[in-house]
């Protein structure tokens, strides 16, 4: 009860100079804005400040510490393990932190933190540029950067991170930082990849690239009991794919909500369209597809061809792990396991990383997972509450039934809330130590624990 007092006296103190909105349990919008992207994450935070500029995300740090508050912080809220909100502590939410600023002279952008990857494409495409981002558009550019960024670009301009130019980042005590190769590069080099440890992003400046506007890609889909040669196809070709081609396999359901599954294709070409054209052909020839949504189209609209798919307010499960290979073996023990998928919305997906993002360094920044291969995903997804436990039974038997074929790494942005083990180490590898130093030096109290936790080394 003395807690709530004081909270409550702070924030009406807090609220004079604070330009955003401040929100406690019981305000108006406190309910629609503790919500994020995953359903199963209801997290009641002591206060939501919702900030419109770095000096507000600099005030809310410090009355957070005022309030001897836990903090958790809000990019686009996509984080499927909830790592953007939190129960009883502050919610520092960036969602209407919408700056984006093209510097047309030196290709560069310069995008707040609450800006989502549709926002951040709809200006740079203006221009014809781009930078590699997510796949789903409603993503946010902040936590999908800092750790990792795998997206339809990454072949050819390596992943989102691999592309910051710079970074203005409010640390713990509420000062402000801008590190990049040259400015503090140690924080510069842990930001990238460590995922929300070291402060909070308020400015990211991006590197970005001609692309499009029209591309090559798209969706194809064939029959689900074509699966093993589909699946063996998309091995083939992986095998050997232009930087300017991103190919990911998928074994999902029609979208029209039948239930039917199908095994599917999605990619993205970047390059001229008539290589893209020549690129595609080897999918679209190998049968007679059920579904071909392949073909020219603007960058943007492949960006948010697969929003629906994934509405706000879903359910969400995920497990996933880096393969060691794709052998038959694994193929035939993903299509084994889908086929008893209980929800419509489940999928199983691989993606292939290959070109620009596997030719970086392990140590050149904190994300490891440099060599070319597959990434396999168990993403899945419901809408009735009853179906959770056999959603989460599937999944993780699903998991169990493809560990034989798993490497050791994970990658961070995908990690769920109940990996069993601190599955932390797994997605820094060979980086965690130095990561881990690099906590002690700038976040030693780790303030910034609500994510993928780097602790402090002792
Ligand atoms: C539908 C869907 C599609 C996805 N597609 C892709 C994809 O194509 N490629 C890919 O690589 N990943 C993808 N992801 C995973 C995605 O990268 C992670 O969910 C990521 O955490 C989302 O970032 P966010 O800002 O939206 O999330 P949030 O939940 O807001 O934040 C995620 C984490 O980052 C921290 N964070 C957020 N903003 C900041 C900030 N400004 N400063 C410091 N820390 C911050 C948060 O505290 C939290 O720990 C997808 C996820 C979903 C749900």
Known sequence: MTVVRSVAAEAAEFGKTFRGTLMRPGDAGYEEARKVHNGLVNKRPALI??????????????LAQRLGLEVAVRGGGHNVAGRATIDGGVMIDLSLMKAIKVDLERRRV?????VTWAEL???????????????????GIAGLTLGGGLGWLMGKYGLALDNLASLELVNALGGLI???KTE????????????????????LEYQLHSVGPTITGGLIAYPFDRSRDVLSLYRERTSSLPDEQILFATLAHAPDGSGVKLA???????GSLAAGELAMRPLKQFDTPAMDGIGPMAYCELNSMLD??????????????FLRELSDDALRTMIDCFARCPTPMG?????????AAARVGVEETAFPHRQEGYNFLILTQWLDVAMTDRCIAWTRDTYAQMEPFAASGKYVNYLGDDEGMDPVPAAYGSNYRRLRELKSKYDPKNCFRMNQNIRPSA
């Open 49 to 62: 400040a919702q900030c419109s500029d770095t000096a507000d995300v600099a005030d809310a740090i410090r």
């Open 110 to 114: 310069h995008a707040q933190g609450g």
């Open 121 to 139: 494409n709809r200006e740079t495409q203006r221009h014809g540029l781009a930078v590699t981002g997510g796949i789903v558009s409603s993503t």
């Open 178 to 180: 801008r590190t990049s």
């Open 184 to 203: 503090e590069p140690d924080l510069f080099w842990a930001a990238r990849g460590g995922g929300g440890n070291f402060g909070i992003a308020t400015t």
């Open 264 to 270: 599917a294709m999605v990619t993205c070409h970047c």
């Open 308 to 321: 629906t798919a994934y509405p706000k307010g879903a359910f969400n499960y995920w497990k996933s792990t």
């Open 347 to 355: 999928q199983l997906v691989i993606e292939h990383i290959h070109g």
